[in-house]
């Protein structure tokens, strides 16, 4: 039986949900027949890179042309590349296949003319696995091609892809589907399959894919599979391993009460029931965000903090200790990746310059509020940010965005290079007193001294002073 990702996947760029920026690329240039020989797709899973790529190989073989870009899926070409069954294009993936024997093997076939098609097709998935020799094997093939052969490269962790490669590829950047986009999306699925369904279950299983449209279609057919085609919210949170309301209400309730025992009391109990942590903590962010009035992040992050010091020295290891710790992080995301509210990221920014004139650093933060990491985001205009060159340090108010940051240095660079230009290091670190609090005349040697060492101030006898 056909799965209802395989069975809804896209065949023709019109199919494609949310990527327009994706299909007018490729709509122009295939109607004016100037596409590149090389492209490397890049984002999020379940977005649509390897759909696209086939339909692209589609496109450029296809015998009959539906509005001079769309592939008609009638013809042999067509029908042989949806099977999988076409001689002239290939898929490999770099996940399994990553060594360079593969890639030589693909550059010794690449002289050969296609053998039923106009254009050989290589697909090459999640192409930062490939060890660094099968990249240096695979340069020189992607600079100079041969006029039949295109190459589409795709990769969900774009700052793994060597700089050589990238600069011999057009980069087309896929982004994360909407909420409502993703919903949406399901209902027709839905009405299609003749299932029932409440839309409060399909809104919940959107915002559990992360904007990943494959995923909320594996989700509701796991649901629908469960219920036997009757999708109910309560029937979604029991497959995906969530809790009640009533659960949450009574977990927010202990801790803004200081309620300890209470507390390590639904911790066993949900790690009993073998409940996702990750899930459990979202669930909990999205009440407290939802009830409570007005919460700030510093008023929602202090409790959550305080709670962590004290279960830190209790004498048992619980996963939840999971969810405590990463609710501060959750609760700087918790719009950013969901939602396209420009007003919501408004809200957590820092007030605008006076001047103008913007600086690098003011750049890349306003390229992640439109379209990069938002948990990114989220941290930098919560940060006191200096610049000194060849590199530039972020000090965070505490040690939760300081983790953050210092996990994603690497994505941050290659971002900041790829928006600037600049080829810089980034220093994380952080300052239970804040920065602009300490004396002037000290402020700048710590702050020096924090860009060269990185990581934490430390008094006298090497304790930390968060």
Not at 19 to 24: A, F, G, I, L, N
Not at 47 to 61: C, D, E, V
Not at 209 to 217: F, H, M, N, T
Not at 396 to 407: A, F
């Given at each position: ?9 896209p ?20 109607s ?37 870009y ?14 999988g ?95 409502e ?16 369904f ?11 894919s ?25 029937d ?5 391993g ?5 659960t ?50 510093a ?41 396209d ?126």
């Amino acid at each position: 039986m056909e799965t209802l990702y395989l069975k809804y996947r896209p065949k023709r760029f019109g199919d494609l949900i949310w990527q327009e920026h994706v299909k007018r690329l490729f709509a122009n240039a295939i109607s004016r027949s100037e596409f590149s020989h090389s492209y490397l797709f890049s984002g999020p899973r379940g977005t649509g890179k390897t759909s696209t790529a086939r339909i692209l190989a589609k496109s450029l073989n296809c015998l009959n042309l539906v509005k001079g870009y769309e592939p008609c899926n009638e013809c042999n070409s067509c029908k042989a590349i949806d099977s999988g069954k076409s001689m002239d294009v290939i898929e490999m993936d770099a996940a399994s296949n990553r060594g360079i024997d593969e890639i030589r093997a693909i550059r010794d076939r690449v002289a050969y003319l296609p053998i039923e098609s106009k254009y050989k097709v290589y697909i090459i998935d999640e192409v930062h696995m490939l060890t660094k020799e099968a990249f240096n094997a695979l340069l020189k093939t992607l600079e100079e091609p041969p006029k039949h052969t295109i190459f589409i490269l795709a990769t969900t962790e774009m700052q793994k892809v060597p700089e050589t490669v990238v600069s011999r590829c057009q980069v087309v950047e896929f982004r994360r589907v909407p909420t409502e986009s993703i919903k949406d999306h399901l209902i027709k699925i839905c009405k299609s399959e003749n299932m029932n369904f409440e839309v409060e279950a399909l809104n919940h299983i959107a915002k559990k894919s992360a904007g990943g449209l494959r995923d909320a279609i594996g989700l509701l057919e796991e649901v629908a599979r469960f219920s036997a085609g009757n999708v109910t919210f309560n029937d979604t949170l029991f497959v995906l391993g969530e809790v009640p309301i009533e659960t949450v209400e009574e977990y927010v309730s202990s801790i803004s009460n200081g309620n300890a025992e209470s507390l390590l009391q639904l911790i066993e109990s949900i790690e009993e029931r073998g409940i996702d942590p990750m899930n459990f903590a979202q669930e909990t962010l999205e009440f407290i965000t939802s009830k409570l009035p007005d919460p700030a992040v510093a008023e929602v992050g202090k409790f959550v903090s305080d709670l962590i010091q004290r279960l830190r020295y209790e004498e048992r290891q619980f996963d939840a200790f999971k969810v405590l710790s990463v609710f501060e992080a959750l609760n700087h995301e918790k719009e950013f990746v969901h939602s396209d509210s420009k007003q919501t990221i408004r809200e957590f920014s820092k007030p605008e310059r006076t001047t103008s004139i913007k600086t690098d650093i003011d750049r890349l933060i306003d390229w992640y509020a439109k379209e990069g990491d938002m948990s990114i985001f989220a941290c930098l205009v919560l940060s006191v940010i200096k610049d000194f060159g060849d590199r530039i340090l972020v000090i965070s108010g505490t040690p939760i965005h300081h983790e953050i940051l210092k996990e994603k240095l690497k994505n941050m660079e290659v971002d900041f290079k790829r928006i600037t230009s600049r080829d810089v290091k980034f220093v994380s670190a952080y300052s239970a007193i804040p920065i602009e609090n300490i004396d002037s005349e000290i402020r700048e040697s710590i702050v020096r001294t924090l860009s060269i060492f990185g990581g934490k101030l430390l008094p006298e006898g090497g304790e930390e002073i968060v």
